[in-house]
């Protein structure tokens, strides 16, 4: 597997950084069954709306790392079903654990993906993120944006919104999933550990 950091001094338009900005495949979200619509697409698109102000507000703040990683972890806390993402991700190992397990997990994948993905939008300093549209896919909204950088081409991002509880649960970059990026890379990360769920729960803790 290429190292992350590795891929990301390649330029933001190539689609290799791309790639590993969400790089890996897995199941993904696949939701299903008949569409309840008790979200809307208006109102999909206006969650997406706040999520792009206030990550155009931080990259654009002028703030440490630090301080906008706790920034975009409130991104996530306000706006992400970080749980649900963190079951998707987890997949089997999940279903075989128990409650306090599963709980430890969300808790410390919130951390890890908040601060994975933060430092992923700080790349986009000086640039902006525009809302273009959203429709109505299956129990799910996808609201597609559009990332623009200084000096780059721009490309798509796709927020995917869940139509039970209104927030979001994946983002696509031009395709690539962060469900899908991330279940392999938790997978890899659960195989060096050789399936031991609480030494990963530790790790994704200690993310900084």
């Known amino acids: 597997m290429m190292n992350y950091m590795t891929s990301m001094k390649k330029p933001m338009n190539s689609p290799l950084t791309r790639r590993f900005f969400m790089a890996g495949a ?15 697409t208006s109102q999909a698109k206006d969650l997406i709306e706040n999520v ?16 906008m990683l706790r920034d ?14 963190g079951q998707l991700v987890l997949g089997p190992p999940g279903r075989s654990a128990s409650g ?29 993120v525009d809302v273009d549209s959203a429709k109505a896919v299956k129990s799910f909204y996808e609201v597609t944006t559009t990332t623009h950088m200084a000096g ?6 796709k927020f995917v919104v869940a139509d039970k509880n209104g927030r979001f649960i994946d983002m696509k970059i031009e395709g690539i999933s962060l469900v899908k990026a991330e279940r392999t890379e938790i997978g890899a990360m659960l195989d060096k550990r050789k399936g031991n769920l609480n030494q990963l729960i530790k790790d994704l803790k200690n993310t900084r």
Not at 27 to 39: D, E, N, R
Not at 72 to 85: G, H, L, N, Q, T
Not at 113 to 119: E, F, L, Q, T
């Open 26 to 40: 897995s199941a993904g979200v696949l939701l299903t069954g008949s569409p309840l619509w008790a979200f809307s």
């Open 100 to 128: 306090a397990q599963r709980a430890a997990f969300a808790s410390a994948f919130q951390i890890y993906i908040s601060h994975k993905y933060g430092r992923r939008f700080r790349e986009f300093i000086g640039g902006r």
């Open 52 to 67: 792009v102000r206030d990550i155009n507000r931080i990259i654009n703040s002028g703030k440490s790392e630090a301080v």
């Open 152 to 157: 780059e081409a721009p490309f798509e991002v």
């Open 72 to 85: 975009f972890e409130k991104i996530f806390r306000d706006y992400a079903d970080v749980a649900r993402i």
